[in-house]
């Protein structure tokens, strides 16, 4: 079974100081991974994405994710983090599972921006 | 232009209610999703269709009935509704991709409060 770790539930970061939030998942084939951001009382809005090739994936709002398969991870970070990053982050698998794909989610991380 | 948009954004009725949510895509997508997310952020998939066709069907009390009319519509109901189903529920889509490689785009999710 899929299964997602975000091990840090929240996160409070100064403006213009980096960010890295972590994720590691479980699959047992070749693993399709997502980060999307929930801004309060929002929808959630892609990220990024990888599927296959280089292992650094660029995203959107300066956002960037390393796949590290030897450490299961898909990270997210950002050098210089702005007031309206602010929000809650998902880190998500997905993959072939015959006819169907889902993604499992993990349960979030929630990020504070400080002034 | 909206992609996949939901009505309605806000839902509030009593317990034993019946109650539909509906989705609607102009991504042109083969593929749709509901996706439900607790009170601790939590999101879980629910159903999902491909090409009018049910193809995921977690474990969901079948008190909800998803319908998919055509592609681009999925719709949800729930019958006698319990305080439990309260939650944000999401519609997502996407067009399968080779390998199992799509990104689901979500829409901005129907906040249901039962009373």
């Known amino acids: 079974a899929q299964s997602v770790t975000q091990p840090d539930i929240h996160i409070t970061v100064s403006e213009g100081a980096s960010l890295e939030l972590r994720c590691n998942y479980s699959?047992?084939?070749?693993?399709?991974l997502f980060w999307y951001v929930q801004s309060p009382g929002q929808g959630l809005q892609l990220l990024l994405k990888?599927?296959?090739?280089?292992?650094l994936v660029q995203g959107i709002k300066g956002f960037e994710a390393e796949f590290k398969r030897s450490q299961s991870s898909f990270n997210l970070r950002k050098p210089s983090v702005h007031w309206s990053d602010a929000a809650e982050y998902f880190c998500a698998v997905g993959g072939n599972t015959g006819t169907a794909s889902k993604l499992t989610f993990g349960t979030g991380t929630r990020l504070q921006v400080t002034l | 232009d909206t992609a996949v948009s939901q009505t309605p954004k806000y839902l509030v009725t009593q317990m034993g209610n019946d109650k539909s949510i509906k989705c609607e895509q102009n991504l042109g997508h083969d593929t749709m999703y509901w996706y439900k997310q607790d009170s601790k952020k939590f999101l879980k998939i629910m159903f999902s269709y491909n090409n009018k066709e049910l193809i995921i069907n977690e474990t969901v009390p079948n008190r909800f009935s998803p319908k998919s009319p055509d592609k681009a519509h999925l719709n949800l109901h729930i019958n006698s509704l319990e305080l439990g189903d309260s939650a944000v529920y999401f519609c997502?889509?996407?067009?399968?991709?080779?390998?199992?490689?799509?990104?689901?785009?979500f829409g901005p999710g129907t906040r249901l409060l039962v009373l």
């Open positions: 699959y047992g084939a070749t693993p399709y």
């Open positions: 990888y599927f296959s090739g280089d292992t």
């Open positions: 997502a889509s996407s067009q399968r991709g080779r390998g199992g490689r799509e990104t689901q785009y």
